[in-house]
């Protein structure tokens, strides 16, 4: 299966930044074992490559690893070096666009008005990021006229709303602090917490 179907076969992408490195394996961990198969870390964390190879190293193909808060070219190509199998934006730059499907990855800009989100497909996006996700009622107002971009709502996303952004159209789900908050002690305790927490969401998309 192609790393786009099983995003949105998944749907969730846990978002990890700011986490510190030697963390990484063991919060992967903990959202596996709560049914999360996405995983996003972000380069503007410690040590973010070692992190994502640290992690494609510990699951293989079991657990789907990308980049967030790509901001460049060269930023794109050492993320896909290091095993990086989509990169994700939080803005349209057109040339980590073309970077990415250069190099023969997913590609995920971020957007946030009409013309946004329409620029980044036609210049190439698999999916666009919608961020901030305001509501489900955004998400729907932009399928209306743009049924054909697929959609992936980012921010403000719980159990109890997510069921509402994907009968909107939404045809996945970024989700950060909600799923790992890394200002919080790394404990056993707390990695309970994050596959609680995971299993919540899962079920939630899946009730």
Do not use: C, W
């Not at 002690?185 to 079920?203: G, H, K």
């Amino acid at each position: 299966m192609s790393t786009l179907s099983r995003i949105t076969e998944e749907k969730i992408v846990a978002i990890i930044r700011g986490l510190n490195p030697s963390y990484g394996v063991a919060v992967a961990e903990a959202l596996y074992a709560g049914g999360i198969r996405i995983l996003e870390i972000t380069m503007n964390s410690d040590e973010p490559l070692s992190v994502i190879r640290q992690i494609t190293d510990r699951f293989g193909d079991r657990m789907v690893v990308g980049a967030g808060t790509v901001l460049d070219a060269d930023m794109a190509e050492v993320a896909v070096a290091a095993g990086a199998r989509f990169v994700l934006s939080p803005i349209v730059a057109v040339e980590v666009i073309r970077k990415a499907k250069d190099l023969g990855v997913v590609s995920i800009p971020g957007a946030y008005t009409a013309t946004e989100i329409y620029t980044a497909y036609k210049n190439g996006a698999d999916i666009v990021k919608v961020f901030p996700a305001t509501s489900p009622a955004y998400i729907r107002d932009i399928a209306g006229p743009l049924p054909q971009i697929p959609l992936l709502p980012t921010g403000g996303i719980t159990p109890q709303n997510i069921k509402d952004f994907k009968h909107a159209g939404a045809v996945g789900f970024g989700i950060g602090s909600a799923l790992v908050d890394t200002k919080q002690p790394m404990t056993s305790r707390y990695f309970e917490q994050i596959t609680e927490r995971a299993r919540q969401f899962v079920d939630a998309i899946t009730e």
